[in-house]
């Protein structure tokens, strides 16, 4: 099946009024239908600012970068990214197609 990979890039700090980010994304994605989404925490990166966050034990601040994830088809897609814009969150996001199925 053709779908789209939808993926998001934020830090494990960011927040939406009282909640996480990335916890936010997820409800909010399941709230619109979306079957399934996956967050992942990685050890270490930099952003669109340069600044370079490791996980390391003087990185306590949560500033590790986030990558939330889904795999949808594209009407989907452009119904979900609409509904994000309205919020307007400013994280960036990439999609691509992809090949999706179940063995």
């Known amino acids: 099946m053709q779908a789209i990979y939808l993926k998001f890039y ?7 009024g009282d909640q ?15 079957s399934g989404g996956s967050v992942f925490r990685s050890i270490a990166g930099f952003g ?3 600044s ?3 996980e390391t034990f003087i990185e306590l ?3 590790l970068p986030i ?6 088809d594209s009407q989907q897609a452009e119904q979900f990214l609409a509904t994000l814009r309205s919020y307007k969150l400013n994280i960036r ?9 179940v063995v």
């Open 93 to 101: 996001y990439v999609s691509y197609p992809v090949n999706s199925g």
């Open 48 to 50: 669109r600012h340069g």
């Open 20 to 34: 996480l980010l990335y916890n936010w994304l997820l409800d909010h994605a399941k709230q619109n239908g979306i």
């Open 67 to 72: 990558q939330v994830e889904f795999i949808l």
């Open 10 to 16: 934020l830090t494990e700090k960011q927040k939406h």
């Open 61 to 63: 601040g949560g500033e």
């Open 52 to 54: 370079l966050h490791a």
